[in-house]
């Protein structure tokens, strides 16, 4: 309404970072794995670590990408190079927390549990775990400038070739 | 505030549609069956399909009931003439996201978790998948037009009795 | 706007419950358990009960505390003297409604499970069922009365010495 307010910091609410995570994850579970580096802003970083190393400030990740280049980069492989069991993902997320935000970027947890189904039909607790997000705005809509999955499931069963 | 806005359509939000969704889940999960036709529109449509079936376009469904009546009969058989094990359900749902809404009909999905608990006491992953719903105002209530349940877990260990 | 409005009861919203549940849930998974009797009221009923039992209106419980000292007494046992195999916890909720609002006291529905992680690195289902919650204000902050948590899962693979 006055200048004042047009220059305050916008406040973005649990429900438009919600919106966002569950935007990214059901481009997970339908497969539309093409769409998934548009989830991220320009300069980003993807990091899929256990739960321990993060908590020990470890550095080795499971998957890493540094830029929005290296997250279609591990589609293509995904979709040509990699060989791997056929199968779903279905995510259940919740408890997403805005933690704080701090010059336009947004710290946001949620907790998350990936079940997987092989070809044999059953389902099964693939991976559980938090998502710890940087969140930005790229031209008014919510982006992920670093996601970062830290999961408590340090036995992966198949390699994880589909990002969390 | 004018007639122009009073006869503009009504827009239903996340908020709403979670709420619908949270209470017929819990009426399952609470085993008041009975109770599960009235989320129905009169005129409706109830499918359960595998998810491959689903991307195929084929018709095959584990449950199918299109009409209020056939629901209620389900639950008359399930109470009165199925064999099966006792079981619990317990439902984590997430994600919901309001794809679109034409001529007053909400297009709605959710990810769903069925943990199923049976008579030795341990509670496994029974069913995931997600809803694709298509929702009404009855009266005032939202209610399913159509109830589509797509799963991932094409290997049912007992018998789909109870609905999901 | 008017006197009477004033006096009215603050209505609580969903939100807000679901935010108080959220932090819980976080705390209990980030390990902070130090902080969890400051969830509750100071006086207050803590409860970890089968489905079966409950229904029943029995009372044996697997965990009890009603005094915000026992809460704290449960966590020093659990660091100082129980002996159990290391793990992480990982809740996921969904479904919170409330069924009710009577002098000042909310009460509110959620569903849960908790995902557990061994040292073998496996996720496993381990306990699922619901939250039966009385929640009133502390200060201005929503607080745990009553908490139930009313499981599913009877066959408890180790014993529970984390709360739920």
């Known amino acids: 309404m006055s200048t004042a307010v047009a220059t305050a910091p916008v406040t973005t609410t649990r429900q438009e ?5 569950h935007a990214y994850v ?8 093409e769409e998934w580096p548009d989830f991220f ?5 993807y990091k899929v670590i256990p739960r321990e190393n993060a908590d020990l400030g470890l550095p080795v990740a499971v998957m ?4 929005k280049g ?8 995904l979709r040509k190079a990699n060989i791997y069991a056929p199968h779903f993902y279905r995510h259940l997320v919740s408890n997403t927390r805005i933690l704080g935000e701090q010059a336009g970027v947004i710290t946001a947890q949620t907790n998350y549990g990936v079940f997987q189904t092989l070809l044999d039909g059953e389902t099964r607790v693939y991976n559980t775990g938090k998502y710890v ?21 340090y036995r992966i069963q198949t390699l994880m070739v589909t990002p969390i």
Do not use: H, P, W, Y
């Open 26 to 33: 059901q481009c997970i579970d339908d497969d539309r794995l």
């Open 133 to 153: 997000d940087k969140i930005v705005r790229v031209n008014g809509a919510l982006r992920f400038k670093e996601k970062l999955c830290i999961f408590d499931t």
């Open 70 to 77: 290296m997250l279609r980069d591990r589609i293509v492989a």
């Open 41 to 45: 802003a320009d300069d980003c970083l």
């Open 64 to 67: 890493f990408c540094d830029s």
């Open 17 to 21: 970072v919600e919106d966002l995570i």
